[in-house]
């Protein structure tokens, strides 16, 4: 006879409304009018505020030993869904049925007390957990191995840095069995080293039985690490199945946002770039690539959007400038969504405002969160010595296939005058540096997502040996 397993975690349509309130005072006007409604049995006068649903009408059920990836973007309910899980929070209608012990990490040291030594608070978090004063002595040794911070296990918690209490806190909670683990975004915080020393605790307690659930917004760590996937956009489950499938959508979700929200209209872009404008002979620096034709217009539209995006962010003493920056796809259109393997060109129209010699002029692609992906610049092409002249502008190429994992990226560029031009220990004076010029978005590939974040321009030759 099969005896049928509990699910460690059942959620049925589960809610949670919170009141936005204008102002404090409403606040407690409303606490009268709520208290009259409930005396007298009738409704009184219109709410004085409005809802906002962080969760809509969300149910799902997990498994023993399965490690579930949530993703979803800053404001899409997913630090709500875990405290509910975890009982800090009650939802507004709905069940949430749980079994065996949880453990939470879902804000740094949120269980510690400041004025308590790391070891009291290790002794502490047990009890509360339900241990033993006996059970967390005798796991106080692994613990404080694995958190690894030295003398300062007997010092006050309100000393520690923030990854120390990473540290010892994630310590606690994986050394107590759980039968549900819930993290929230808390290895962000450690240094790479000891964000793989957790991933292998936490590989073994998926192994070993432990339900996971794993709210991280790095897509790549919910590929490895996870079994499942589950996306939330604006408090409603929208995606649950096989880790690859949902962060494949919810990348495609962040592209498509992050175009609306810096507001470009891609059609209305694409039929001006291709409105007719006459050809004008400026000056370029020409690579290895032929250069696409050269557009007055093309080179200085989406001007605005650039200026904003550069006053915000630049530094530089401006003896030479970035007047514009666009990205111009494959049929000579300007543009801010490209396919994976497209060609693309990265059009610079750049002005010299001083008598200058061996410019470096280079470009850099990141992710939103600010992680470096490419890089590029003169030196590299060998055009340091190109002979720019003071008051002159000039329009700059760079050609390159877009390699990118879809999802949105930013372009930054700067220019810069090395002292001496080449060699390791050059100084470099920055000229103008725009750390945001452009925010573009790759289309998903419609062959499969590719295994990392780029794909090198590689040559690929195979030969039968005997």
């Known amino acids: 006879m099969n005896t049928k397993i509990t699910p460690p975690i059942q959620l049925e349509s589960i809610s949670k409304c919170y009141r936005i309130f204008q102002n404090p005072q409403d606040r407690f006007k409303q606490a009268l009018l709520d208290r009259f409604h409930n005396t007298l049995g009738r409704k009184m006068v219109s709410p004085l505020y409005r809802e906002h649903w962080a969760l809509s009408d969300v149910s799902f059920e997990l498994q023993p030993g ?27 209608s709905g069940n949430v049925k749980t079994s065996g012990r949880i453990t939470a990490l879902l804000e740094l040291g949120s269980g510690f007390n400041p004025e308590f030594t790391g070891r009291e608070n290790v002794i502490l978090n047990g ?105 939330f956009d604006n408090g409603r489950l929208v995606a649950d199945g096989q880790p690859n499938v949902v962060v494949h959508q919810y990348i495609d979700l ?78 000579g259109r300007v543009s801010n969504t490209f396919g994976f393997g497209e060609d693309v060109t990265c059009q610079m129209v750049v002005q010299i405002n001083a008598e200058l010699r061996n410019l470096w002029i280079g470009y850099k692609i990141r992710t939103v969160t600010g992680v470096d992906i490419i ?61 945001v010029a452009q925010t573009f978005a790759v289309r998903a590939r419609e062959d499969g997502m590719i295994g990392g974040t780029a794909v090198w321009d590689n040559k690929l030759k195979i030969t039968e040996l005997n």
């Open 254 to 331: 962040i592209a498509k946002k992050q175009l609306v929200d810096i507001n470009i209209n891609t059609s209305v872009l694409m039929s001006a770039a291709s409105s007719g404008a006459e050809e004008l002979p400026l000056n370029s620096i020409k690579g290895n690539n032929v250069l696409l034709p050269i557009q007055e217009k093309m080179a200085f539209m989406d001007k605005e959007l650039f200026d904003r995006n550069a006053n915000e962010n630049r530094t530089g003493n401006r003896k030479a400038e970035f007047v514009n920056v666009v990205l111009v796809d494959v049929q």
């Open 375 to 435: 890089h590029a610049d003169s030196s590299l092409y060998e055009q340091l010595s190109y002979p720019f002249v003071r008051g002159k502008t000039y329009l700059i190429h760079w050609r390159f296939k877009m390699g990118l994992m879809h999802g949105a990226y930013t372009l930054g560029c700067a220019i810069g005058l090395p002292d001496p031009p080449v060699g390791i220990e050059r100084i470099m004076e920055y000229v103008d540096i725009v750390n």
């Open 66 to 92: 399965e490690a579930v990836g949530i993703l979803g973007r800053n404001g899409a309910g997913k630090s709500t869904l875990l405290q509910i899980i975890a009982g800090t929070l009650e939802p507004t």
């Open 127 to 231: 009890q509360i957990l339900g241990l033993s004063r006996e059970e967390i002595l005798n796991k106080f040794d692994d613990i404080a191995s694995f958190a690894d911070i030295g003398d300062f296990i007997d010092q006050p918690v309100k000393t520690y840095s923030s990854g120390m209490m990473m540290r010892l806190a994630f310590s606690v909670q994986t050394a107590l069995n759980p039968s549900i683990l819930i993290v929230d975004e808390a290895l962000a915080v450690g240094d790479i080293f000891f964000q793989a020393k957790c991933m292998r605790r936490l590989r073994q307690m998926r192994d070993g039985g432990t339900t996971t659930l794993f709210v991280s917004h790095a897509p790549n760590m919910v590929q490895e690490f996870c079994t499942r996937g589950i996306l």
